[in-house]
């Protein structure tokens, strides 16, 4: 019979005196219903009390194979499903998709449906910031900016009612232009959406929470993300240039007609903390809606009159054989869409979406290492992830 | 971001990787929209490596890892690279057939295909040999088949619930 | 009368009422407490149900919005309707849970919220017992809140659940050092426990009260003890315990119904109680700021001052996000407390000379 050291016992059971108390790590699910996961994300972390040991995201919840959708439809049938993908930017994936399938097919857009693509996608990318200015508020635990950025995203959405008839999926940009021309006074009701607005921004939005002392000691320092690490991991957007990488598809790689704009690429400079933190990826947010704006402000200026459509496009379109990719700066990120046409069939033969958030969350696991519980919801909220764009 | 500087043009990024890697690198039709360029499916590593660290290349960037259901036999993953300090771009493309849907991971090159190649196994069935974490990622982890093949078949019954949404009756 | 000599007003009141002459003098004392501590249940529940009206419209107000308009006038009723909507709700207790604990929690939690209220000095005759260490036994009494809440998250077998408790104990326990020591501030100055003394000590208009008096180290410890008592009530910015983005709820995440308003409730009645506790001790209790309105009755001054207080309360909570766990010890340990020191070694100075 082999002996039995006590020490040893009493160690497994973690009760030697000088093992102290046997303690192991905790597991915690963090989702997938839970306040701040932005929707349906788990979160499987290993804590050691409010430390974060590791943490692994589990997605998926909200896959619907959109993909596999998409090659069961018309090619004009896919742009209502570009919709549900980030349906907090429906605009900006329309975009996506309809100048990718026209880079295919080799056609050209109207020039007043060209300008009014820009100021929709540009009121867009102000909506979708002004969700992620205020969710992240509230992921922070301020609770009132988020209704003061949503009384500024109502009057975005009353302008898209009014120009499509939806508030929030709008398959507004067609193959060969847009669905509707603007109605009378939109210039005008758009002019003064935005002069307020900036006013608020300044006025408000920045008092409140950018630069409020609790903030920043909650987000500066906290999640940073090297330049280096950010584009090994593909991250794209706001959260790439909130690391201090000077990268925007509008102005780098030209799509549509974006270099007729003047406009800056706002980078994070670190002015509270390290460059890349979460204060940093925040405030680009917070910036680039006043560079929107003086988008929309030019937009609006030029717009010519003329169609809205292109002639040459039939109700069923033929698209050639050939692969293109086309990628677009959508408010989350870059979003690139992967179109095969086999020339025979009705729509795409296959269409793999590019998702920002998708590669922006995969980055979430090597940032929240040794963080806190609450640091690691304001990394998830600083990343400004959408599900239905991680989870397509 | 310097740009526009030092931009390759796709068939001088070619020419330089055939001089490199000689018969791995596939003949390729480089006059269509957006040409791919054929590898060898067991140097797609190898290959990936020299794209991001060449000074003259420095493919920083994987935009876009994308698995293909090409015909009857075969599959192909194409990536699409982009070089931030360059602007030029070029798109690897490497069959491999469905009955052994095996290749070299990319993820130890550009830590983004980690995910990406999660999601090519999960929808599409390719296998990438040394992943660090090789699991499914949209669909669950008990999930019959690869989706978004061709010749897939949903399965009726997943954890005793009917999958395909069940036909109304017509009266 | 047993304890005559204290101010307890319902005591008098029992004692003046001839018929109820047949009664030994034990069963008064216990008639009148029982009728004291059936007012203040009621006190608390009044006020909960206004100040949740109050904080939902000042809440809209601030968000650029009506708040509750549907019912009643400007949505009064709706915290009623609500209150009965918990009533009715069905008791859920999930399995898996240690019962006992789990039921006894909620009663606990709100039996120390409800406790502290037998000595406030609402008027000049106006105070159930006004014990001679009145403040020391608000500062045991409010502690004994912490049990409860570990009780709460330990029986709920919820993680988030015990997150909440955790935390809520550490800061609760941490925030005693501070408010017991900007206590100390108003006690030295005073130079008694009782409440009652505290408050006639500050007689003769507002320069008198401590927060002017003994500037500026009356305004520190008021100051302080403001800061602390947020925390240790579990007020935004520092209501980590219940933090709905970090850990969903916090110890009150399986509670639902009835046993979940006990804890809502004992909210509310903690915001007034330490509203009340900031009044006595600096802002001069039921002392009439100038002696020109001294018309006006001291249960109105005392009222007023606390709600200005609970206002406070609210608007902070609208305004600011929350702190994290080490930010909060940080506050607690590195800048409350040596500033409390200051403050008590300040007062000591000026008592002294």
């Given amino acids: 019979m082999p002996e039995i050291k006590t020490d040893d016992v009493y160690i497994e059971l973690g009760k030697h005196p000088k093992a102290g108390f046997a303690t192991d ?76 399938v026209e880079k295919l097919m080799g056609i050209e857009v109207p020039e007043r449906a060209e300008y009014m693509r820009v100021i929709t996608a540009e009121l867009q990318r102000i909506a979708s910031h002004l969700m992620a200015y205020g969710t992240y508020g509230m992921d922070i635990g301020a609770f009132t900016p988020f209704l003061w950025a949503f009384r500024e995203r109502e009057y975005v959405l009353d302008l898209f009612e009014k120009l499509c008839g939806a508030r929030l999926l709008y398959n507004y940009m067609w193959i060969g232009g847009v669905s509707h021309d603007v109605y009378d006074g939109f210039a005008e009701e758009c002019m ?21 002392k ?17 584009i090994d991991y593909g991250i794209t957007g706001p959260c790439l240039r909130g690391s201090g990488v000077d990268w925007d598809l509008r102005r780098d790689d030209p799509y549509s007609i974006y270099d007729r704009f003047d406009f800056e690429v706002i980078t994070g400079k670190g002015e509270m903390g390290t460059v890349g933190d979460c204060w940093d990826r925040f405030m680009v947010r917070v910036l680039e809606m006043i560079e929107s704006v003086k988008i929309i402000r030019q937009a609006l200026q030029q717009m010519p009159e003329g169609p809205i459509m292109n002639e040459k496009i039939k109700k069923v379109i033929r698209v050639p054989a050939g692969r293109v990719y086309g990628r677009t700066e959508a408010p989350r990120g870059e979003l690139g869409y992967y179109l ?48 239905g764009c991680v989870d397509r | 971001m310097v740009q526009g500087e030092f931009v390759m043009t796709i068939e001088e990024i070619y020419k330089k990787l055939r001089k490199s890697f000689g018969g791995t690198i596939l003949e390729s039709d480089l006059e269509v929209l957006e040409p791919v360029v054929g590898i060898e499916p067991q140097s797609i590593a190898e290959v990936s490596g020299f794209l991001k660290n060449e000074p003259d290349l420095k493919f920083t960037s994987l935009m876009c890892l994308s698995s293909v259901d090409l015909d009857e036999e075969n599959l192909q993953v194409v990536y699409h690279l982009h070089s931030m300090d360059h602007n030029h771009k070029i798109i690897l493309g490497v069959i491999i057939p469905k009955n052994a849907a095996k290749i070299p991971t990319v993820s130890g090159v550009w830590r983004t295909a980690n995910w990406h190649e999660r999601e090519a196994f999960d929808l599409m069935g390719v296998e990438f040999e040394g992943h660090p974490d090789h699991r499914r990622i949209l669909c669950p982890d008990d999930w019959e ?10 399965q009726e019954m997943y954890n005793g619930l009917p999958v395909p949404y069940p036909k109304e009756e017509d009266d | 009368m047993i304890q005559a000599e204290y101010y307890n007003i319902f005591v008098k009141i029992i004692d003046q009422l001839a018929v109820l002459d047949f009664l030994p003098p034990v069963w008064k004392f216990i008639l009148a407490s029982v009728i004291a501590a059936l007012v203040f249940f009621h006190v608390i529940a009044i006020f909960a149900l206004v100040a949740i009206w109050v904080e939902r419209k000042v809440a809209g107000h601030i968000q650029d919005r009506l708040g509750p308009m549907e019912t009643g006038w400007h949505g009064v009723l709706q915290t009623l309707a609500d209150a009965i909507k918990l009533l009715i709700k069905e008791d859920i207790i999930a399995g898996g849970i240690d019962r006992r604990l789990f039921v006894l929690a909620p009663v606990i939690v709100f039996m120390t919220a409800l406790a502290v209220f037998v000595v406030f000095p609402v008027g000049e005759n106006f105070i159930v017992s006004d014990l001679n260490i009145g403040i020391l036994y608000i500062v045991a009494i409010s502690t004994l809140v912490v049990p409860g809440i570990i009780m709460a998250g330990w029986s709920s077998n919820n993680k988030w659940s015990l997150f909440g408790a955790m935390r809520s104990a550490a800061q609760i326990v941490s925030y005693e050092v501070p408010v017991g020591l900007a206590i100390v501030c108003a006690v030295m100055a005073a130079g008694s426990l009782s409440m009652q003394t505290i408050v006639e000590s500050q007689a003769g208009g507002f320069w008198n009260w401590f927060i002017f008096s003994k500037f500026p180290f009356g305004f520190i410890a008021f100051f302080i003890y403001f800061v602390a008592s947020l925390a240790e009530i ?15 709820a916090g110890y009150m995440t399986e509670y639902s119904g009835m046993r979940w308003s006990f804890f809502f409730l004992a909210e509310y009645g903690n915001m007034l109680a330490v509203g009340a506790i900031a009044t006595t001790l600096f802002l001069g209790g039921w002392q009439t700021p100038i002696s020109l309105l001294s018309f006006i009755p001291g249960p109105v001054w005392f009222t007023a001052k606390t709600m200005f ?18 930010q909060l010890m940080y506050m607690c340990w590195k800048v409350l407390t040596p500033f409390a020191f200051v403050s008590i070694f300040g007062i000591g100075l000026w008592m002294t000379f």
């Avoid at chain 1, 069961?72 to 919709?83: A, E, L, R, S, Y």
């Avoid at chain 1, 002069?195 to 630069?211: G, K, Q």
């Avoid at chain 1, 609790?214 to 950010?230: C, D, K, M, Y």
């Fill in chain 3, 234 to 248: 579990n007020r935004t910015p520092f209501d980590l315990p219940e933090a709905e983005s970090e850990i969903v």
């Fill in chain 1, 192 to 212: 003064s959406f935005l002069d307020t607005f900036e006013r608020v921004v300044f006025e408000e939005f920045n008092p409140i929470l950018t630069y409020n």
């Fill in chain 1, 25 to 100: 790590d905790m597991i915690l699910q963090m989702g997938p219903q839970h306040p701040s996961t932005h929707g349906v994300l788990r979160i499987e972390c290993v804590t050691d009390g409010e430390i974060i040991k590791k943490a692994t995201c589990h997605i998926g919840y909200l896959h619907r194979c959109f993909e596999k959708h998409a090659e069961n439809v018309m090619w004009q049938g896919v742009i209502p499903f570009t919709d549900r993908m980030d349906y907090l930017a429906s605009m900006g994936q329309n975009f996506s998709y309809v100048i990718t």
């Fill in chain 1, 214 to 230: 609790i903030f920043i000691e909650r987000t500066a320092n906290v999640g940073i993300l090297s330049p280096e690490l950010a």
């Fill in chain 2, 145 to 154: 088949g690869h989706p978004l093949r061709k010749d897939y078949v949903v």
């Fill in chain 3, 309 to 326: 207080l609970v206002f406070v309360h609210i608007w902070l909570r609208w305004t600011l996000p929350r702190l994290r766990v080490d």
């Fill in chain 1, 340 to 387: 095969i046409s086999d020339g025979k069939g009705r729509g795409p033969n296959r269409l793999k979406a590019r998702s920002p958030c998708f590669s922006n969350l995969s980055v979430l696991e090597e940032i929240s290492r040794g963080c806190m519980l609450a640091d690691l919801i304001a990394i998830i909220g600083s990343l400004d992830i959408v599900l």
